[in-house]
């Protein structure tokens, strides 16, 4: 059972992804106008659109005529030929325009007020669109008379432009029906799926009682490759729809840079997905019995013992900044919150209860203390080895076993003299140099009586 919830868990975990982009790409304003935001300041779509502009200027206004009525006297009669060459200065400067701020604002104007009409309809708010006799389009007749302005075409144009110059559709009445079904499928579907993934992964923690570190463990691991999975799945689902939208291939850098920036807030998500993952990986091996989960926890265990308090304040204080900070405030942002923070509080529980258990006597000082205790001693040992290399102490051979099968008369002698020296040491009669030159002449063999 644990192991299914975990599958089941990671599985929920890589559709709530797909459902939680798409609720705040298609269905939230505010991320869809930044989103259109970021689409106008790459090149190759302004390109795209800059294109689209000047066949909607020349197609809807008598470019040749409104030249005419500007230029003076005889000049009139070149009208024609200036039209033909405006066209390619206005294709060149379109661009231009569109990077302007001016520009990029009526864009996302057009974006906003194409949302806030569609949202109206698929929600089905009284006073909207009918699904039988109207459609949901993007107007950016204002950016035709913009460009015609600056193109030198005449700042009076809006009035002589039609209605539906600049304007295309975004979903015909015949469509809209099913558009508001999907919505009405999948409106609340994001909420359903965080929160029935972390369910599983909750319950499959809680079933596992023997080895519970181990499924945290593994639910870390289902995070991390439902994140992955949505990113590979992104690349390829890219393919075919830039395949199936592409009509001309002179129009498939746009169409892959408008998929790539549409669907770059899905990456934002998976990659979030991804670091909840490491975290729960980093409480699996926490709760382990590796040596460094081990010493960590004996670390941490006096905190935890006498000042649980802070630090389940410290934990709260975390989650307020995560939500204050979250790029969208609602009810499902609110409540995987808080999802994730109970189970970070459970963790915590568990933890302090280990490391209870296992040390119960843990001063602060502990572990300080024998990191103090390992460097002094490898101190100690470096200062040995480098004054043993200076005295240049000769190298014992090593006795045979005649001469270690019984004390003999020289080695009772050395004996003596050797704690006769170690006598001498200690009232400070000799220095420590001087014992050292003595000890190496006893065991020579010509040291004297001392």
């Not at 300041?41 to 909607?56: F, H, K, N, S, W």
């Not at 992955?228 to 393919?239: D, L, M, N």
Request: aromatic content about 6%.
């Amino acid at each position: 059972m644990v192991r299914v919830l975990v599958v089941l868990g990671s599985v929920l975990a890589f559709l709530s992804v797909f459902a939680i982009w798409t609720e705040r790409q298609a269905l939230n304003t505010d991320d869809w106008v930044d989103t259109s935001g970021r689409l106008i300041q790459d090149p190759t779509i302004r390109e795209a659109v800059g294109d689209y502009l000047v066949d909607q200027l020349y197609e809807n206004v008598d470019v040749e005529q409104e030249l005419s009525e500007i230029l003076p006297g005889e000049t009139k009669e070149l009208a024609g030929p200036i039209s033909g060459g405006l066209r390619q200065v206005a294709g060149d400067g379109a661009n231009r325009v569109l990077e302007t701020s001016t520009a990029q604002e009526l864009w996302k104007d057009a974006n906003r007020t194409a949302h806030e009409e569609l949202i109206a309809v698929l929600e089905e708010k009284e006073g909207t669109v009918s699904t039988e006799e109207g459609e949901v389009s993007l107007n950016l007749g204002s950016l035709v008379t913009n460009l015609a302005d600056q193109v030198g075409i005449g700042a009076d144009l809006a009035e002589k432009l039609p209605p539906d110059a600049g304007k295309f559709t975004i979903l015909k009445s015949d469509q809209l029906k099913t558009a508001q079904d999907i919505v009405v499928a999948i409106k609340g579907l994001a909420l359903v799926l965080s929160l029935l993934t972390f369910l599983c992964f909750g319950l499959a923690i809680y079933l596992a009682r023997e080895e519970r570190w181990v499924t945290v463990l593994f639910c870390g691991v289902g995070l991390i490759a439902a994140g992955f999975a949505v990113i590979v799945a992104r690349e390829i689902f890219g393919g075919v729809v830039v395949d199936q939208l592409v009509v001309e291939e002179s129009a498939r850098p746009a169409a892959e840079s408008a998929w790539s920036i549409g669907t770059s807030l899905m990456t934002s998500i998976a990659t979030t997905v991804i670091v909840v993952g490491v975290l729960f990986g980093i409480a699996g091996w926490l709760a382990s019995p590796t040596s460094s989960a081990r010493s960590t926890r004996k670390f941490v265990a006096p905190a935890l013992r006498e000042y649980p308090a802070y630090v389940y304040a410290a934990l709260a204080i975390v989650v307020g900044i995560y939500f204050i900070q979250a790029p969208t405030q609602n009810l499902r942002s609110f409540l995987t919150t808080l999802v994730i923070a109970g189970l970070a509080a459970f963790g915590i529980h568990e933890l302090r209860k280990q490391a209870a258990e296992e040390f119960p006597d843990a001063e602060y000082g502990d572990v300080f203390g024998r990191t103090k205790e390992r460097v002094v001693g490898a101190v100690k040992d470096a200062n040995l080895g480098e004054r043993a290399s200076k005295l240049r102490l000769p190298e014992m051979r090593k006795p045979t076993d005649a001469e270690t099968a019984a004390p003999t008369d020289d080695d009772d002698t050395r004996l003596a003299r050797l704690e006769r020296l170690a006598t001498l040491h200690e009232k400070g009669i000799l220095n420590d140099e001087e014992l050292a030159a003595e000890k190496a002449r006893v065991l020579s063999g010509t040291g004297k009586d001392a």
